[in-house]
C-alpha cells in the first residue's frame, strides 16, 4: 500500500487509474493484482442491467405533414391547375411562401408552367 | 411504353380539312418510323396570343395530343417535317410525362429553428 501512495504522489491525480494499473503489475505479484483487476471489470459490467430502457423509434411519431399536391402527378397539360398557382394580374409564379408545396412539388409546378407558356396552352 | 408526346396545334379548319391534316401527320411519323400510341383532341379554342406561322396569322387553334413511340434518332426530322407544314401552327415534341416516376413524396420534414437561426448569409 505505501508502494501505492508513492506511486500516487509521483503521478499526479489524473494519472491515478493509469497508476494503480501500472503499479499493480510491477511492485504487487500474486493474488492482490488478480483482486484489483476483478474489482475493474466488475464496475464496468454494472451497466448492462435488463431495467434500463432499450433504444427504439418514437412509438407515438405522427406522419409528417404533406403538402396540397404530395404524391399527386403534376403534368403540363391541366392548365386549370398550374393557373392556380400564377398571379392572376401579371402572370409570375407563386412563392413557396404563398402555394405551401414541398420543394420538389414547388420546382415541377414551375417547371410546368413554363412548359405550358412556351407551348400555348 | 410511352415515348413521345406531340402537342400539336393546327389551324382552325372545317371538319374534313382537320381530319386531312391529321391523317398526313400520323402517315408521316409512321413513315418514319414511329407507332402512335393514341391521338387526343383537347378541343378548338381561342390562342393565348396570336400567332404568326408561313405568314398567316392565326388566333383560332385546335389542340391535338399525339403519344408515340419513337427511336430517338428520328425525332429531329419529324420536328423539320411538322414545321414544314402549313396547316400546323406549332408543333412541339416532349418526352412522355407518364414515363416518368412519381418519387413518393413524405411530407414537409420540419427543419429546426436552430439551423435557420445561424443561415448563412446570401452573397449576391
Same mark, same amino acid.
Given at each position: 500500500?505505501?508502494?501505492?501512495?508513492?506511486?500516487?504522489?509521483?503521478?499526479?491525480?489524473?494519472?491515478?487509474?493509469?497508476?494503480?494499473?501500472?503499479?499493480?503489475?510491477?511492485?504487487?505479484?500474486?493474488?492482490?493484482?488478480?483482486?484489483?483487476?476483478?474489482?475493474?471489470?466488475?464496475?464496468?459490467?454494472?451497466?448492462?442491467?435488463?431495467?434500463?430502457?432499450?433504444?427504439? @423509434?418514437?412509438?407515438?411519431?405522427?406522419?409528417l405533414k404533406?403538402c396540397?399536391?404530395?404524391?399527386?402527378?403534376?403534368?403540363?397539360?391541366?392548365?386549370?391547375?398550374?393557373?392556380?398557382?400564377?398571379?392572376?394580374?401579371?402572370?409570375?409564379?407563386?412563392?413557396r411562401h404563398?402555394?405551401g408545396?414541398c420543394g420538389?412539388?414547388?420546382?415541377?409546378?414551375?417547371?410546368?408552367?413554363?412548359?405550358?407558356?412556351?407551348? @400555348?396552352? | 411504353?410511352?415515348?413521345?408526346?406531340? #402537342?400539336?396545334?393546327?389551324?382552325?379548319?372545317?371538319?374534313?380539312? $382537320?381530319?386531312? #391534316?391529321?391523317?398526313? $401527320?400520323?402517315?408521316?411519323?409512321?413513315?418514319?418510323? #414511329?407507332?402512335?400510341?393514341?391521338?387526343?383532341?383537347?378541343?378548338?379554342?381561342?390562342?393565348?396570343?396570336?400567332?404568326? #406561322?408561313?405568314?398567316?396569322?392565326?388566333?383560332?387553334?385546335?389542340? *391535338?395530343?399525339?403519344? *408515340?413511340?419513337?427511336? $430517338?434518332?428520328?425525332?429531329?426530322?419529324?420536328?423539320?417535317?411538322?414545321?414544314?407544314?402549313?396547316?400546323?401552327?406549332?408543333?412541339?415534341?416532349?418526352?412522355?410525362?407518364?414515363?416518368?416516376?412519381?418519387?413518393?413524396?413524405e411530407g414537409i420534414i420540419p427543419v429546426p429553428l436552430e439551423e435557420k437561426l445561424y443561415a448563412p448569409?446570401?452573397?449576391?
Amino acid at each position: 500500500m505505501a508502494a501505492l501512495v508513492a506511486v500516487y504522489r509521483v503521478l499526479g491525480r489524473k494519472k491515478l487509474t493509469h497508476g494503480i494499473t501500472a503499479a499493480v503489475c510491477l511492485p504487487d505479484p500474486g493474488t492482490r493484482t488478480v483482486l484489483w483487476r476483478r474489482s475493474c471489470s466488475q464496475y464496468k459490467q454494472v451497466t448492462s442491467n435488463e431495467n434500463l430502457p432499450v433504444a427504439m @423509434e418514437n412509438p407515438y411519431k405522427e406522419p409528417l405533414k404533406k403538402c396540397i399536391l404530395c404524391g399527386k402527378h403534376v403534368d403540363y397539360k391541366n392548365v386549370q391547375l398550374l393557373s392556380q398557382f400564377i398571379s392572376p394580374y401579371t402572370g409570375c409564379i407563386h412563392g413557396r411562401h404563398i402555394t405551401g408545396l414541398c420543394g420538389k412539388k414547388q420546382k415541377e409546378v414551375s417547371k410546368a408552367i413554363k412548359r405550358a407558356q412556351i407551348m @400555348e396552352l | 411504353m410511352p415515348r413521345y408526346e406531340l #402537342a400539336l396545334i393546327l389551324k382552325a379548319m372545317q371538319r374534313r380539312e $382537320t381530319a386531312a #391534316a391529321l391523317k398526313r $401527320t400520323v402517315e408521316a411519323l409512321m413513315d418514319k418510323g #414511329a407507332i402512335v400510341r393514341n391521338l387526343e383532341n383537347l378541343g378548338e379554342r381561342a390562342l393565348p396570343y396570336k400567332m404568326s #406561322a408561313h405568314s398567316q396569322q392565326h388566333w383560332r387553334g385546335g389542340y *391535338f395530343l399525339v403519344d *408515340f413511340y419513337a427511336p $430517338t434518332t428520328t425525332v429531329q426530322s419529324i420536328m423539320e417535317h411538322l414545321s414544314r407544314d402549313i396547316d400546323v401552327i406549332r408543333p412541339n415534341i416532349v418526352k412522355h410525362p407518364l414515363t416518368q416516376e412519381v418519387k413518393e413524396c413524405e411530407g414537409i420534414i420540419p427543419v429546426p429553428l436552430e439551423e435557420k437561426l445561424y443561415a448563412p448569409k446570401k452573397r449576391k
